[in-house]
């Protein structure tokens, strides 16, 4: 983001704009992703032997720079990329918002032991809402209904993903409570623990699934539900 000039003819300090912005790690990360489009889009629709060996190596390429900035297997990464097939497109990532008394459900990460809303990957025959009530149900225990869509947000741009090979696209569904039992976790065995929180007093975030802006968003769409769906 940069600041403008002034209108009495002085000049105020300008930030920098563009790749020179970004830490380095994050512009190697949107470079690994995208030698990863282009590879896989390359090898979807290339019949020439020579161009699909130059875009097998574009993927290599890919997985190399993923170990470059931290990835801790880049062979782990060469073996998905290579799984994938057809036009490379972003992946869908759903999450769903339940608040009582303005504080967020949150559920903890197996894996990591880092907080997040309840949500994952959509599978394929899912709808968007569908995703999100199934992933609710699997993962804090509670049946629920997807009421709106409140964001859809480029997850590069708000959640950094830095370690991923995929482009995501979030999309955070506002969700009502359909039972009165308690919140459970680990059903699906991806969930240590569950709770309500304020978002003044937030656990620690697992932030490339969800972000502490993104909860202030979807609380003040809870708030009001005038307010658009927010989109990148």
């Known amino acids: 983001m940069s600041s403008s000039g002034g209108h009495d003819g002085g000049t105020e300090p300008t930030e920098p704009t563009g ?9 190697l990360h949107r470079w690994a992703v995208e030698l990863a489009a282009m590879a896989q889009n390359g090898l979807t ?6 161009d699909i060996a130059r875009y097998e ?29 057809g036009h490379a497109t972003p992946k869908v990532d759903v999450r769903g918002a339940l608040f009582h008394d303005d504080r967020v459900l949150l559920v903890q990460e197996a894996r990591d032991r ?6 994952g990957w959509a599978d394929a025959l899912d709808s968007p809402s569908d995703a999100a009530e199934r992933e609710f ?21 708000r959640n950094g993903h830095a ?7 979030k999309l955070f569904f506002l969700v009502d409570r359909l039972d009165d039992a308690p919140p459970r976790a680990g059903l699906d065995g991806e969930t240590a623990d569950v709770g309500f929180f304020a978002l003044d007093d937030l656990p620690e ?26 989109f990148d």
């Open 19 to 27: 790749p020179a912005a970004e830490e380095p790690g994050r512009v």
């Open 45 to 50: 629709y290339s019949s020439d032997r020579y």
């Open 137 to 157: 149900a699997e993962e804090a225990g509670l049946r629920v209904r997807a009421r709106r869509l409140a964001a859809v947000h480029d997850g590069s741009l």
């Open 114 to 119: 880092l907080w997040t809303l309840p949500g």
């Open 163 to 169: 370690g991923s090979p995929w482009h995501t696209y």
């Open 205 to 230: 975030l697992s932030t490339p699934r969800c972000t502490a802006d993104q909860l202030a968003l979807l609380l003040a769409h809870h708030r009001d539900p005038s307010l658009p769906t927010d």
């Open 57 to 85: 190596r574009l993927r290599s390429m890919s997985a190399e720079l993923m170990g470059l900035i931290g990835t801790p297997d880049a062979a782990e990464f060469r073996a998905a990329l290579s799984a994938e097939a």
